[in-house]
């Protein structure tokens, strides 16, 4: 059961904010009718996405318009819900909308939470959720009221589980809340018990941080604003100290492993000198011999200056977008898996570095070896249970100081460099996934769920809940469904292909990349730092309710 967190001065004023719904919603769910558009297809791989989801592939997008709609009201139905993957601000009001949107259209109408992620649903650990429950959850971070997890449901004995767990429950539908990874196996779920003649309809909703989670009909995933404001105020609290102290070099890791969404947004927030951007580091092929380089560069013209200090965004999966790098953790995942027990009988690290860097190609023997010690031993012993590098556990922020601190003695000893370089690193990531909503967020994440329970009550099962017009009112935005399928690839995943949510990358000709290119070089050399401070609950709107720089520049136009 969900325990009640003790409340201070602002949770209490959030447990009475009340989020702001769509026009189109207002009326309640009775109030709306589907309107359906063209069939649709795979982002790509079109015919084995086809082939996996035979029932469910090609299905059209939905969008939702004011109308009378007797069918969502005729019977009271029970609706699961489950929290899937890591946390993100929010959660608890897209489980407040899902309420309210299923007792708009019948007070009878019930939902369950399943404890602990997907695994409540393989072990049926459950609990109901009514409007007492929620009261103490309405715009708070978190996900601790039914708990989160990343237990995957995909082998035929857990399908056939979560199978009975539903049907023993007597639920009707199902809703995932999760990023690409739990939105796939909710598509996969909803193919499933249709195979299975379940009459169950499963619905997702997009949740990450990450920012990777997105295309023209999801333009945002929820809890992104949120913790890139809590990281950006921090950042900005790290300028203000840079500015006034002007002695030290501070290089931040900011989360978002597989995409740089978070990096560049914080960049827009707060502009400091250097903002890495990892699917930049690919397109140009870039070694990261050069990203040292070029770090190193900067810091002796800033020291021409007198500017002995500066600021550095680094994203958390930089190291995977150096194709050096990439293929360097390639080999070391095969090697050691393949020499597992010779690896650990020797005694020390560098026995093992120099084990496995005699089995290397030479140029990635030699890339091994030219790298930090403590980092290296981070490649050669941080595995997850499959064996692989853990990459997000890898100090990169640590990598680029002390690469970048040797090539400037060497430039010191070649009298082209005279300078200080002092360094303080930082990693902001768990203080930005269970912040308290931003105002954007609670209506967002609200309209989210609401707009899951008119899914839901609609049949329109493997569908994800889609609010889009996001950088309007919330009253003017626009509501919907895009089929899971639509957002398909096909990937390897230990070895075999896999059908999955294409993660959106940021747009190297997109127009937030392209506005961050135009400025980057005044910000590298002239100090245009921002102090955003912290998120903003009250106050006039164009503080309190403005939403991403990343999407006022993707909307621009629109």
Request: proline share 4%.
């Amino acid at each position: 059961m969900a325990q009640k967190c003790s409340v201070s001065e602002l949770h209490q004023e959030r447990l009475n904010f009340k989020p702001v719904l769509p026009s189109v919603l207002k009326k309640g769910v009775a109030n709306v009718k589907p309107v359906l558009g063209k069939a649709t297809k795979s982002v790509a791989d079109f015919a084995k996405i086809k082939a996996i989801f035979e029932k469910t592939y090609g299905m059209p997008v939905v969008s939702f318009q004011a109308g009378k709609n007797a069918v969502v009201a005729k019977k009271a139905i029970k609706v699961g819900v489950v929290l899937s993957g890591g946390q993100a601000p929010g959660g608890h009001n897209v489980i407040y909308g899902l309420l309210d949107g299923l007792k708009s259209a019948n007070k009878k109408n019930k939902l369950v939470g399943f404890l602990g992620g997907p695994s409540g649903i393989l072990d049926n650990k459950t609990m109901e959720i009514n409007d007492k429950v929620i009261a103490n959850y309405k715009n708070t971070g978190g996900f601790d009221m039914i708990q989160s997890g990343r237990t995957k449901i995909e082998t035929p004995e857990q399908f056939a589980q979560a199978k009975a767990t539903i049907l023993k429950n007597k639920m009707d539908a199902l809703v995932f809340i999760g990023g690409d990874d739990s939105n796939t196996n909710a598509a996969l779920l909803a193919e499933y018990l249709k195979k299975e003649n379940a009459n169950v309809c499963v619905i997702g909703v997009p949740k990450t941080i990450d920012g990777d989670l997105k295309n023209e009909h999801i333009e945002a995933s929820f809890g992104f604003d949120t913790a890139t404001k809590i990281y950006a105020e921090l950042v900005g609290n790290i300028e203000r100290d840079v500015n006034s102290a002007r002695k030290y070099w501070h290089f931040i890791r900011l989360m978002g492993r597989s995409a740089s969404h978070i990096t560049l947004e914080v960049g827009f927030k707060v502009q400091p000198n250097v903002v890495l951007i990892g699917e930049e580091v690919l397109a140009k092929k870039m070694t990261l011999k050069q990203i040292v380089d070029n770090l190193a560069d900067l810091v002796v013209k800033r020291s021409k200056l007198g500017k002995n200090y500066g600021v550095v965004l680094v994203p958390e999966g930089l190291i995977e977008f150096i194709p050096e790098m990439k293929a360097l953790i390639a080999e070391l995942n095969d090697l050691l898996a393949e020499n597992e027990d010779k690896v650990a009988k020797l005694n020390t690290v560098d026995e093992k570095i120099k084990f496995i860097s005699s089995k290397l190609p030479k140029n990635l023997s030699a890339l091994l070896l030219s790298l930090p010690k403590n980092i290296a031993a981070q490649l050669m012993l941080d595995r997850d249970p499959h064996g692989n590098v853990q990459v997000s556990l890898i100090e990169t922020e640590k990598l680029l100081i002390e690469m970048v601190s040797k090539k400037l003695k060497d430039l010191k000893k070649a009298g082209k460099y005279n300078g200080k370089f002092s360094t303080i690193n930082h990693f902001f990531g768990y203080e930005g996934r269970c912040g308290v909503p931003s105002n954007f967020d609670a209506n967002y994440t609200y309209a989210l769920g609401y707009n899951a329970a008119a899914l839901v009550l609609n049949n329109m099962s493997g569908y994800l809940s889609s609010v889009k017009n996001l950088v309007k009112k919330s009253s003017e935005w626009k509501c919907g469904g895009i089929p899971l399928t639509m957002m398909m690839n096909i990937e390897r995943r230990k070895g075999k292909e896999k059908p999955v949510i294409q993660k959106a990358l940021v747009k190297l000709n997109g127009a937030p990349f392209k506005a961050f290119a135009k400025v980057r070089q005044d910000w590298a050399m002239n100090d245009r730092y921002m102090f955003p401070g912290p998120i903003q609950f009250f106050g006039p709107a164009s503080v309190t309710d403005i939403t991403t720089k990343t999407l006022q520049y993707e909307q621009k136009k629109k």
